[in-house]
T-cell receptor, first 112, second 120 residues
Framework: QKEVEQDPGPLSVPEGAIVSLNCTYSNSAFQYFMWYRQYSRKGPELLMYTYSSGNKEDGRFTAQVDKSSKYISLFIRDSQPSDSATYLCAMSAGAAGNKLTFGGGTRVLVKP | GAVVSQHPSWVICKSGTSVKIECRSLDFQATTMFWYRQFPKQSLMLMATSNEGSKATYEQGVEKDKFLINHASLTLSTLTVTSAHPEDSSFYIC????????????????FGPGTRLTVT
C-alpha cells in the first residue's frame, strides 16, 4: 500500500464547474500538506500549503485537511481551461521544505 | 519568487554512457536540494537529498553508485547518471529549499522545470 493515495483520473469538467480533488494517506506523522499543479513536461508549482487540520482558502482554491480521517481535499471554483493540468498532493512530517511524499497525481481537464 | 533552473531540458544518450544534469538556484542560496524522478503518468519519487558540502542521502532502492550527486556550491547541484540504460529514461526534476525561509510559512521547495532523459 502506498503512503499517499490519489485517484489518477482523468477528471473532466465543464468550464465554470467546481473541481474536487482528494488524497488519503496512512502516515500519521504527516503534519504539512501541499497541493501542486504540474503542466505537461514542466516542474510542479505550489498552489496551497496547509499545516495540520483545517481549511485554507486562496482565491478560487480551497484546501481542506482532516487528520482524523487522514484525508485531504482541494477544491477549485469557477474552473477555467487553463486549470487543465495534473494536480499532485504532497505531504511532509516537517515543513514543505523538507522531504516530501507525493500522491500519484490527478489529471484534470476543464472543457470550454 | 525563487527560481530554479535545470540544464539540459532534454537529453538523448546512448546506452552505457553517462549524463550530467545541473540544477541551479538563481536568486537564492540553497543548502538543500532534492532530486526526483518521474516516469510517464506517475508521480514524483524522491531519489536523494543533497546537502551542500556533504554526501547526499539516498532513498531506499536508489543506487548511489549509479546516480552520483554533487552539491559543490550553494547554488549548484549535479546529478550524473552513470552507465545509463533505457530503463533510466525518465523525467528528472530537482528542487531547492531556501534556508532563509526555513521554519517559516514560506518554507517550501522550489522546483526546476525538469530534464527529460532518453537512453537509446
Amino acid at each position: 500500500q502506498k503512503e499517499v493515495e490519489q485517484d489518477p483520473g482523468p477528471l473532466s469538467v465543464p468550464e465554470g464547474a467546481i473541481v474536487s480533488l482528494n488524497c488519503t494517506y496512512s502516515n500519521s506523522a504527516f503534519q504539512y500538506f501541499m497541493w501542486y499543479r504540474q503542466y505537461s513536461r514542466k516542474g510542479p508549482e505550489l498552489l496551497m500549503y496547509t499545516y495540520s487540520s483545517g481549511n485554507k482558502e486562496d482565491g478560487r482554491f480551497t484546501a481542506q485537511v482532516d487528520k482524523s480521517s487522514k484525508y485531504i481535499s482541494l477544491f477549485i471554483r469557477d474552473s477555467q481551461p487553463s486549470d487543465s493540468a495534473t494536480y499532485l498532493c504532497a505531504m511532509s512530517a516537517g515543513a514543505a521544505g523538507n522531504k516530501l511524499t507525493f500522491g500519484g497525481g490527478t489529471r484534470v481537464l476543464v472543457k470550454p | 519568487g525563487a527560481v530554479v533552473s535545470q540544464h539540459p531540458s532534454w537529453v538523448i544518450c546512448k546506452s552505457g554512457t553517462s549524463v550530467k544534469i545541473e540544477c541551479r538556484s538563481l536568486d537564492f542560496q540553497a543548502t538543500t536540494m532534492f532530486w526526483y524522478r518521474q516516469f510517464p503518468k506517475q508521480s514524483l519519487m524522491l531519489m536523494a537529498t543533497s546537502n551542500e558540502g556533504s554526501k547526499a542521502t539516498y532513498e531506499q532502492g536508489v543506487e548511489k553508485d549509479k546516480f552520483l550527486i554533487n552539491h559543490a556550491s550553494l547554488t549548484l547541484s549535479t546529478l550524473t547518471v552513470t552507465s545509463a540504460h533505457p530503463e533510466d529514461s525518465s523525467f528528472y526534476i530537482c528542487s531547492a529549499r531556501d534556508p532563509g525561509l526555513a521554519g517559516g510559512p514560506l518554507d517550501e521547495q522550489y522546483f526546476g522545470p525538469g530534464t527529460r532523459l532518453t537512453v537509446t
